[in-house]
């Protein structure tokens, strides 16, 4: 409802009116019957308490009253018809800023390599992606999205698979092992100089090894802690000791001999990463977009 008790849905059929210069071409035009928009017009003026048009059998004409209103409004309408068909053009077509808070280890693995490919395929997407590891209040810190994985995204959000589970390895240097002895078991970890990394939430991070009845949770020992994957990768590489990581992470270090993988057999899987969002409802279609994009489908 408009100011007065006029409603909106009436001073349309009112612009309709003028514009077409006929009720039965408005009529035709909005769907409805000429008597309906007669009887629309007769409680518009009723409210307004002025006329409005002038009616003959022949012809319409709008009054000095009618002509005012209708530069007012129109003008008006006109503008709001251009925000809406514009929000229709937003939702149908990805475009528009899109602010993603996302872990080192997701820009890494998952973006970074397909970041130029999704720029190219959405011109009109302005990304404006933060790496932060720590837990963030995507609502409070203004981002549309975050990346976190499966069993840390905060809770009430609305989270999206992007990978199927990952693989956790213990990793460490050839000489590191060939000097202090490569692990039988995972107790045998405890003996050993161990990379600890500090998660988002400012906990340290247990190693968990194993599946099912064989999963293991160690707080091992550790002269470092670190924050960082890139950096204990470098540390491990480097000899400073054993490192509990994504598999995926240290895939280049391990291909070229840097390390070697420690338990193997006590690989674990954990949850993969997912984006999440605080609704469902109007969903940005950039944000569609971009979790469509990055998804990758289950093997």
């Known amino acids: 409802m408009t100011a007065g008790g006029v409603s909106k849905d009436s001073l349309e059929c009112f612009i309709a009116i003028a514009q077409a210069g006929s009720f039965a071409r408005a009529a035709s035009l909005r769907g409805v019957t000429g008597s309906a928009l007669s009887h629309a017009m007769t409680q518009l003026e009723r409210k307004l308490a002025v006329r409005l ?7 319409v004409r709008l009054t000095g009253a009618g002509e005012m209103l209708l530069a007012e409004i129109a003008p008006q309408f006109a503008r709001i018809d251009a925000t809406l068909a514009a929000l229709d053009a937003f939702r149908a077509s990805p475009s528009g800023r899109l602010r ?9 693995l998952l973006l970074a390599p397909r970041l130029a490919e999704f720029m190219a395929q959405y011109p009109a997407i ?3 992606i933060v790496v932060d590891d720590r837990v963030v209040d995507i609502v409070s810190e203004g981002f549309d999205a975050g990346i976190r994985y499966g069993g840390t995204v905060p809770e009430g959000m609305i989270a999206t698979r992007l990978t199927s589970d990952l693989n956790w390895v213990v990793v460490g240097a050839p000489a590191y092992l060939d000097a202090m002895g490569r692990p039988q078991q995972p107790e045998d970890l405890m003996q050993h100089r161990c990379i600890r990394i500090r998660t988002g939430t400012g906990r340290l991070y247990p190693w968990e090894l194993g599946e099912g009845s064989r999963q293991c949770v ?5 002269q470092v802690i670190l924050g960082d994957s890139e950096l204990s990768l ?4 480097a000899g400073g000791g054993l490192f509990y990581c994504l598999e995926a992470r240290a895939r280049p270090a391990l291909d070229n001999g840097q390390l070697e993988l420690v338990l193997p057999e006590w690989a674990s899987l954990g949850e993969g990463f997912h984006a999440y969002y605080p609704s469902r409802r109007h969903v940005p279609a950039a944000l569609r977009a971009f979790t469509a994009f990055f998804r990758i489908p289950s093997a």
């Open 53 to 59: 048009f002038h009616r003959t059998t022949r012809q």
């Open 100 to 108: 993603i808070t996302t872990l080192r280890d997701a820009a890494n």
């Open 126 to 128: 302005e990304l404006d």
């Open 218 to 222: 160690l707080e091992v020992p550790g």
């Open 234 to 237: 470098a540390c491990a590489s």
